[in-house]
């Protein structure tokens, strides 16, 4: 049985947070449809609002605290990512972007990425197809074709049957094929890791 990761990136700020919820949502029809496939599905569920002042610190210093590079770590060795903002403003909230600006460089590139975002009005929806679409194609990663907004409206009438459950089940099915076609990831590379064995270290061998 193949083993998939899926990293579920949420930037809502508030306790409970609808943007959580879609988020959660999402992660769950990929893994129900990877689980079809076959697959051992882990999701790694990140709460951005648990990491912002660490972001901050990171963009100030350079460096990320423990918590967070741990965090940044997860996702650049996820198969597959769902990211989550609330539209502020007509685009992603700071939060978002500030965590994605120190996500490490090409860590994204080849990523299968389902994006959503929810909003107080349908208006905010064209936010994911001007603002959070474009930030991840500039990445590198492999935006798939359905991303997912739901307005408080789409909630009210959640009942199982709804417009936003049928596109929360297409979004997922499309992460979970994309996610299965590609090979399971290896993770981040380890910039300390020795590339020769000490036994050639002390002979005196040059790798080069």
Same mark, same amino acid.
């Given at each position: 049985m193949t083993r998939r990761t899926l990293a579920v990136v949420s930037a809502g700020l508030g306790q409970p947070s609808s943007t959580r919820l879609?988020?959660? *949502?999402?992660?769950?029809?990929?893994?129900?449809?990877?689980?079809?496939?076959?697959?051992?599905?882990?999701?790694?569920?990140?709460?951005?609002?648990?990491?912002?002042?660490?972001?901050?610190?990171?963009?100030?210093?350079g460096f990320a605290p423990t918590a967070l590079r741990r965090t940044l770590d997860?996702?650049?060795?996820?198969?597959?990512?769902?990211?989550?903002?609330?539209?502020?403003?007509?685009?992603?909230?700071?939060?978002?972007k500030s965590f994605f600006d120190v996500v490490d460089r090409d860590a994204l590139a080849g990523t299968p990425v389902l994006v959503g975002a929810t909003?107080?009005?349908?208006?905010?929806s064209l936010a994911l197809e001007h603002a959070v679409r474009p930030m991840f194609a500039y990445l590198r990663a492999v935006v798939l074709p359905t991303a997912v907004f739901a307005?408080?409206?789409?909630?009210?009438?959640?009942?199982?049957?709804?417009?936003?459950?049928a596109r929360i089940r297409r979004a997922?099915?499309?992460?979970?094929? *994309?996610?299965?076609?590609?090979?399971?990831?290896?993770?981040?590379?380890?910039?300390?890791?020795?590339?020769?064995d000490f036994a050639a270290l002390l002979a005196g061998h040059d790798p080069t």
């Open positions: 879609l988020a959660d *949502q999402l992660a769950a029809a990929a893994r129900d449809e990877l689980v079809g496939r076959g697959a051992d599905v882990e999701l790694r569920p990140v709460d951005l609002r648990e990491h912002a002042h660490d972001v901050v610190n990171h963009l100030l210093t997860a996702v650049a060795a996820a198969d597959g990512l769902i990211a989550v903002t609330p539209i502020f403003n007509a685009s992603y909230n700071g939060l978002f909003g107080g009005t349908a208006r905010h307005a408080p409206e789409d909630w009210a009438g959640d009942d199982g049957d709804s417009a936003l459950r997922g099915a499309e992460l979970a094929e *994309q996610v299965d076609r590609r090979p399971a990831t290896s993770g981040p590379a380890d910039p300390f890791a020795l590339t020769t």
